[in-house]
T-cell receptor, first 111, second 115 residues
Framework: NAGVTQTPKFQVLKTGQSMTLQCAQDMNHNSMYWYRQDPGMGLRLIYYSASEGTTDKGEVPNGYNVSRLNKREFSLRLESAAPSQTSVYFC??????????FGPGTRLTVT | KQEVTQIPAALSVPEGENLVLNCSFTDSAIYNLQWFRQDPGKGLTSLLLIQSSQREQTSGRLNASLDKSSGRSTLYIAASQPGDSATYLCAVTSDRGSTLGRLYFGRGTQLTVWP
């Protein structure tokens, strides 16, 4: 039981490049989330998926797209990376009113 | 919009002290409240979850209370140890229709416990 896993752990991109952050959970949770964490800003919700087949925007969705591939997997895509997207990205999941479990994070730098 | 505030932003104490971290939230329509711990460069680890119908939860040296009507929660750490040094985050889960299930985080209290 690995919980929530994220790949990659670290990534450096040049402005304008694209990439996809992968997240998977093995707890049979319905809901999955993508957050970004920046110094002095706390954790902010980018997108979430309340159940398989649905996705909704959070507080800071601009510049990102998501795909809920199946119940286990929820990916985050940056189509054209910008320096403002330099951050630590966390994926999380929850199963109906219970605690949220977080992945270890992806540290992204955009130069 | 739900706003979560944590006070103090930073706290430095000697080993052995009992301490209290505070969390307040502006919208009482919450499903639950969760306290997390985050070590530098790491992800978040859930410490305690309090459902909206509960008043407190305990785990070892940690005790969290919830006063939903006043929009407040406290995390009490007994007999603090250097290993407790970390950032502690409070988060509430919205119970309001348009934002049902979303988590709102405070900015955290950075705790340092020195020997």
């Amino acid at each position: 039981n690995a919980g929530v896993t994220q790949t990659p752990k670290f990534q450096v991109l040049k402005t304008g490049q694209s990439m996809t952050l992968q997240c998977a959970q093995d707890m049979n949770h319905n809901s999955m989330y993508w957050y970004r964490q920046d110094p002095g800003m706390g954790l902010r919700l980018i997108y979430y998926s309340a159940s398989e087949g649905t996705t909704d925007k959070g507080e800071v969705p601009n510049g990102y797209n998501v795909s809920r591939l199946n119940k286990r997997e929820f990916s985050l895509r940056l189509e054209s990376a910008a320096p403002s997207q330099t951050s630590v990205y966390f994926c999380a999941s929850t199963g109906g009113g219970t605690e949220q479990y977080f992945g270890p994070g992806t540290r992204l730098t955009v130069t | 919009k739900q706003e979560v505030t944590q006070i103090p932003a930073a706290l430095s104490v000697p080993e052995g002290e009992n301490l209290v971290l505070n969390c307040s939230f502006t919208d009482s329509a919450i499903y639950n409240l969760q306290w997390f711990r985050q070590d530098p460069g790491k992800g978040l680890t859930s410490l305690l979850l309090i459902q909206s119908s509960q008043r407190e939860q305990t785990s070892g040296r940690l005790n969290a209370s919830l006063d939903k009507s006043s929009g407040r929660s406290t995390l009490y750490i007994a007999a603090s140890q250097p290993g407790d040094s970390a950032t502690y985050l409070c988060a509430v889960t919205s119970d309001r229709g348009s934002t049902l299930g979303r988590l709102y985080f405070g900015r955290g209290t950075q705790l340092t416990v020195w020997p």
